[in-house]
């Protein structure tokens, strides 16, 4: 029980930091971040869901998020490369060496995501889309986070913490 309540606690307070951050940026981010969503599709949680659950479709998820973010849990995915976005430009193209790859970049909550892919259909990648709302996009619709406690399911935890017979953490 203090496990799931750690958690909530932890992920509502990421939620509240993001979108602080959102009202603060400056008319000239504000255009630059618009001129990205111009040039890069996005992907929203719920066909993300369905691309993971589908066996058939291969891509790799390219975290972006900063190397303390990770602990606060992940998108489980087959393939994943992780590559702060201040190194995009210097190390994608050795981390992901097939610019055919069909690419999810993943923030937390989308801004350095459509950054980095834009970035990447600049340095040649084909197949780049970013999730919408990143990582807390993903948490809102009610989707799971791999932490190190177990899965994260935010939504439905909030409402209704597991009994003793649901077995979410192990």
């Not at 992940?74 to 995009?88: C, P």
């Not at 990447?120 to 791999?146: A, C, H, Q, T």
Request: glycine fraction near 6%.
């Amino acid at each position: 029980m203090k496990k799931h309540i750690v958690i909530y606690l932890i992920s509502s307070l990421l939620l509240v930091i993001n979108v602080h951050a959102a009202k603060k940026m400056t008319d000239g981010a504000r255009h630059i971040m618009e001129e990205a969503q111009k040039q890069v599709p996005s992907i929203t949680p719920q066909k993300f869901k369905k691309l993971i659950d589908d066996d058939e479709v291969e891509f790799i998820q390219l975290d972006v998020r900063e190397n303390d973010q990770h602990g606060h849990g992940e998108i489980w995915t087959m393939e994943k490369v992780r590559l702060t976005r201040g190194y995009i430009e210097y190390k994608v193209e050795e981390a992901i060496p097939n610019k055919k790859s069909k690419i999810i970049v993943v923030c937390c909550s989308g801004k350095r995501a459509v950054l980095a892919a834009q970035t990447m259909k600049r340095l040649g990648f084909k197949d780049i889309s970013y999730l919408e709302g990143g990582v807390n996009g993903w948490l809102s619709k009610g989707y799971p986070l791999d932490t190190v406690f177990g899965e994260l399911y935010l939504k439905q935890e909030v409402d209704n913490l597991p009994t003793k017979q649901e077995k979410r953490f192990d």
